[in-house]
């Protein structure tokens, strides 16, 4: 079946190998790039034309790893209204956009395909739409970014800071020279906001959901988690807390030793979902990277090829923001420092505090459940305390 | 959609269960158990008799979860033939008749699912037939017995000895009352052949298979192992090894620190695959258990509905048994513990051995690379050397 590949950087040329290499019934027909590749073996497939895609009538799957938004919805767009189908690796076009697309693929009834957009290589979208969905899911909890873990790898284990164990990321191409959307979460955010979709039911656009990024960890706090085992990841978590309301956040968490989202480190994801039948599942991988990702992409697209004429019932609903509670709100427990604060006072306020051994003066430790803006105010009925860090504890 | 659900036993009536309880589209018609269950809310929908399901054209999806051969092959057959899909969670039926069933799904143009089979409620089979299907599988290795894992953890945390270890085992209703199955491996290899199959396109047969328990391992090797911050596992391996040759087995292994799989404690399963496109990619969650299991039941049965006029390309092919190695002569990293011999005359037979510190007065070291039979024979080229445990370490 022919394909066409729009974007040849990193993942789409990933694609490229690995359909040019394996016998899967993939033909690459069109690669769309607006920049020249001299000397590339694929030469004759590149066009800069997307309309050589569009109205190409034997071109029956569309693959989309441009990234960003323009001119990619558009593009992709009009692919499905052609009735092609379409996989996409862009999480943000998935994110912001997904509810749209997957709409015009089920009124063109196409498939509209995105494996990749989440955990690279990592299989989850298709294990949690399909092979999970008996259950009703409880939470999700992800270290979906694996440049921000990386660098936390090297603050927890290296004693580095945050600046350095950033610039040693971006010396080994883990991280962009413009890292913000990966250290300040808005990488993680995207795809959080897709799973969640696939799990509960309804679109969550991005700017709904808080977002936090690690640049503002500090290395006292990494070393007062250590104190009990526990560490400092960049957590995305969805969760049904009741009543269909959902609990989503991007931010640092205390990650308890006995947490299987512990022992991930390095560039690694992994995404542990919480069903009501199986209880936690784990999925676990590289979550970036040209040939993991390409091969999640290709994955789509043969699960496109075989659902030529009866696409894939992936689908969810319209945004629901009233189900998005504020995340102040939410009881969690929580790790808070605290400078020049009294123990005592502190117990007064906290009732159950679990107190933290460190290095410092500063007083840390780890609240019963109490919401954030209850711990703010706990917190500014103890004299003289100054509050350095407010860090939730992840609940997985 | 109707179903029959053959076996009311302990995934059987948690496949009802779930059935009942969501609104999946799936209605329970028939449950097919020769005993009876006075006071059963699902009173109205027991049978005796199998050809009332066989016979039924309402029933187009049959579950079976009797376990064991007989009458599971017979019964399943014959459903097949008679155009109904077929979804099983009986690992014994799938390593031992798999073949014969994909094929008259396929003949039969109906769908057989086994997502249950292995990892109970772990969604592994979906994923690696179609999520990695752009992947070459280079190698499989799995925790895949609760059981023995819990046992071992045991072992391994408690200094408890094997006899003790089963005893807590039975007591929580984690071993049977003749735990061979699982302690013997068994069960582990059924499952390794399943995978084994789907990686590399040929039944393997568990008799074909070299399976050892963990019934002999001693406390001593399971200390030499912690003092390197390794642990003993039992491990199913199913690895390409080049021109096509299986290396397939299941025994004890030392797993290093480093491995994702040495963190997979108590009951829990995990299943680690490397693809030459992802790289490794773990799955982890709950192995068994009435939900969990029931759970990727009901998902297949879900497949099933989906594609009730389009069977999933699940497929592979008869048996190869010239492919699969003697595992004897496997070149591999080997734990072995000696009494009575001389560390310069074990240097000298295995040059660039790493010696382990333990409590007692043998010797225990890890190899390079050689194969058990060339291990065994440089041992007895030591004199006065007694094996007492030689153990491969895991290439994961």
Known sequence: ??????????????????????????????????????????????TKDFNDILTDDTVKIVIETMGGQTPAFDFVSKCLAAGKHVVTSNKELVAEKGLELITLAKENNVNFMFEASVGGGIPIIRPLTFCLKANNIRSINGILNGTTNFILTKMIRENMSFADALKIAQDNGYAEKDPTADVEGHDACRKICILSALAFGNHVYPKNVHCEGITKIALEDVAYAASIGASIKLI???????????YIVVSPAIVMAESQLSSVSDVFNAVLVNGDATDEVLFFGKGAGKLPTASAVVADALDCMEHDN???????????????????????????????????????????????EGATDDIAFISNEVT????????????????CSLIRVARC
Do not use: H
Not at 13 to 20: F, K, T
Not at 24 to 39: A, S
Not at 316 to 345: S, V
Not at 376 to 387: G, Q, W
């Open 236 to 246: 995305g978590t969805a969760e049904d807390r009741g009543n269909g309301q959902l």
């Open 372 to 387: 954030e803006n209850e711990a703010r105010a706990k917190v500014s009925t103890i004299s003289n305390a100054e509050l």
């Open 310 to 356: 009866n696409r894939r019932p992936i689908f969810w609903g319209p945004e629901k923001p009233e189900l998005i509670m504020d995340y102040q709100e939410i009881p969690n427990k929580y790790y808070i420092r605290l400078k020049g604060a009294d123990k005592d006072a502190i117990c007064a306020a906290f009732a159950g505090a679990t107190f933290l």
């Open 1 to 46: 079946m022919n394909v066409a590949v729009m974007g040849y950087g990193t993942v789409g040329s990933g694609v490229v190998e690995i359909i040019n290499k394996r016998d899967l019934g993939l033909d690459v027909k069109y690669i769309l790039d607006l920049r020249d590749f001299p000397g590339d073996e694929n030469a004759s497939k590149f």
